[in-house]
């Protein structure tokens, strides 16, 4: 059996605000998985392109991504709601989603070996970079609930902010998302549906870890 097929994987979409950032931490944190969550990435090269409008192009894309080290994007400023709009337009380009793909399947198959697998999230996890992961899931909450969620994050950040601008961001960003060509947001039929609307962080995370449970358990993985 090679590595691939030892470690835990696992894969998540979202659209914005959903918490499936908050769980897939929850999730790396149980089960000593490394994890990546891709919005960052698109988030790095919106970012790349609101700063350097001039010398934007793939080429430039591509020598940053080569030298891009995981810590670099911890960096605050991508939480920014515009670098979020600007990742959101950049993200249509399957040209840049092709850049980015290596850096992805390298941290999904390929953790350092401290880990014992990987859980990545973003909006083509469970179609497209992990077609094969262990486990998928989609997770979900109502427009509104996500709003007010992110309304409340960037008050916590001291960001000033209004409801209806964040409503209307991410309505803005799940069309783009959506309806893009390449690369689209949708669940895909073999993932767990998860609504967080009603759901507390912690309950949710239960609800997951159960479900990872029992097959890890059958497997014989625990
Ligand atoms: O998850 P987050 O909101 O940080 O993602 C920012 C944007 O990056 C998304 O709105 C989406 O357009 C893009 N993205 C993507 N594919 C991913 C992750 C994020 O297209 N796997």
Do not use: W
């Not at 810590?71 to 939480?79: F, G």
């Not at 997770?139 to 409503?167: G, P, Q, S, W, Y």
């Amino acid at each position: 059996m090679n590595k691939k097929n030892k470690i835990i994987t696992i894969a998540i979409d979202s659209p914005a605000a959903a918490g499936a950032g908050t769980q897939a931490k929850f999730i790396a944190s149980e089960y000593n998985l490394l994890y990546l969550d891709t919005g960052k990435i698109y988030r790095y090269i919106g970012n790349l392109r609101l700063k350097n409008s001039k010398n934007f192009n793939l080429n430039f894309i591509k020598k940053k991504i080569n030298k891009l080290n995981i810590n670099e994007l911890k960096n605050k400023h991508l939480l920014e709601d515009n670098v979020a709009k600007s990742a959101s337009i950049i993200a249509r380009n399957i040209k840049i989603r092709n850049l980015v793909k290596n850096f992805q399947l390298r941290c999904a198959y390929n953790p350092p070996s401290k880990y014992s697998g990987s859980v990545l999230d973003g909006r083509d996890i469970t179609s497209v970079i992990m077609k094969n992961a262990m486990f998928k899931f989609y997770i979900t909450a109502n427009i509104e609930v996500r709003a007010k969620r992110r309304f409340l994050e960037f008050k916590k950040m001291k960001k000033k902010v209004n409801f209806n601008d964040v409503l209307k961001s991410l309505k803005y960003r799940d069309y783009l998302d959506k309806n893009r060509k390449h690369s689209p947001l949708k669940k895909t039929k073999d993932s767990i549906l998860i609504n967080t609307s009603k759901l507390s962080k912690k309950a949710c995370f239960y609800k997951i870890k159960a479900i990872i449970d029992k097959k890890l358990k059958i497997n014989g993985n625990i």
